[in-house]
């Protein structure tokens, strides 16, 4: 979910209730501290691990997001950062054990509403890396996103009205609820219109186009299905393995591939998993792409297909018994 969504659904919570100003305030932070995330990304930039250090990765578990929410509520605390942020915005951090408890309250909403999302959250990470996900929601619902910006771009100018924060919450619960529901009855409908409990649907940006999945032992096929239309107009076939030029040593360059901290990152955020392979000058040049993602890309263009395109594949060269991922 979007950053203002995040933040809305606290900040109306918490007001809707009539909680103290330094409690909505915790919990708001709680509500947006996980996506703090993106400043860890220059950890694994610089030594890549897997950590889960990444957007949606540690700090968005309920163990390490309890520690986030608390760290980020200390911090919005500080006399320094409280002077700056309170010139632009009704802004009373306090850190004390109730405001804890909000500010973790906000985080378990915030885990909530990205487990409705494509992809989902690793909720009970360290124990257990498995992403959790509904497929509901796109990664960012466009729709929601809009409503959620009007409203904040509104309660900025005019904060604290009883009424005008009751009627929001009634809204953005109808919109969400509603959208939800529609987004349930379409992902079910794609589902049954393939007849195959072995295919997995994944949303896109539309709530009524939707990706399926097939994966098979040697291949991997992605249907595309409209649900005003009622019919698939998209599909392909992606080999797992796709030796586009042969040479000597392949399984020991997949397997040294395996081992990089990049590829397990990789294979870790992706719906599944395909190679294409080929063999130059000694060194064999192995791209990781998922097949989902692909296909997503297929009606964007310019700037987002190029960062959707090096988020959605990952390249690893293997001279001998070294390999070094692009």
């Known amino acids: 979910m979007d950053l203002f969504t995040h933040a809305l659904f606290p900040y109306l919570l918490g007001n809707y209730f009539k909680k ?37 990765g540690i700090t968005h578990s309920f163990f390490f997001g309890f520690f986030t929410g608390v760290i980020i509520l200390y911090l919005a605390s500080s006399n320094a950062i409280k002077k700056i942020l309170q010139k632009y915005i009704h802004f009373e951090p306090v850190f004390s054990r109730r405001n804890i408890v909000y500010a973790f309250a906000g985080v378990i909403i915030h885990l909530i509403l990205d487990y409705s999302t494509s992809g989902g959250v690793p909720l009970f990470y360290p124990f257990d890396a498995t992403r959790y996900s509904t497929e509901l929601f796109f990664y960012t619902d466009i729709y929601l996103t809009i409503v959620s910006l009007i409203m904040v771009i509104y309660l900025f100018r005019k904060p604290f009205q009883t009424r005008t924060i009751t009627k929001f919450l009634i809204i953005l619960l109808l919109i969400s609820g509603g959208l939800g529901a529609l987004r349930f009855a379409e992902k079910s409908s794609a589902e049954q219109f393939f007849h195959d409990f072995s295919i997995k649907s994944f949303p896109t940006m539309d709530p009524f186009d939707w990706y399926a999945q097939k994966e098979e032992s040697t291949k991997i096929e992605i249907y595309e299905y409209n649900g005003l239309k009622g019919t698939s107009q998209y599909n392909d076939t992606f080999p797992r393995l796709n030796v586009i030029s042969g040479g000597d040593g392949l399984d020991n360059a997949l397997h040294l591939a395996d081992e990089l901290p990049q590829l397990k990152m990789f294979r870790w955020r992706a719906h599944s998993v395909a190679v294409n ?6 060194t064999w040049s ?31 060269n293997v001279t001998g018994d070294k390999a070094v991922a692009r």
Do not use: C
């Open 20 to 56: 103290k100003k330094e409690e909505i305030t915790a919990f708001v932070i709680g509500g947006i501290a996980p996506d703090f995330d993106i400043f860890l990304l220059l950890i694994q930039y610089l030594y890549p691990t897997f950590f889960l250090i990444t957007h949606r």
């Open 277 to 282: 392979a080929s063999y130059n000058n000694e």
């Open 286 to 316: 192995l791209e990781y792409y998922d097949p989902v993602q692909k296909a997503e890309m297929r009606g964007i263009s310019g700037i987002f297909r190029r960062a959707g395109a090096s988020f959605g594949s990952l390249t690893i």
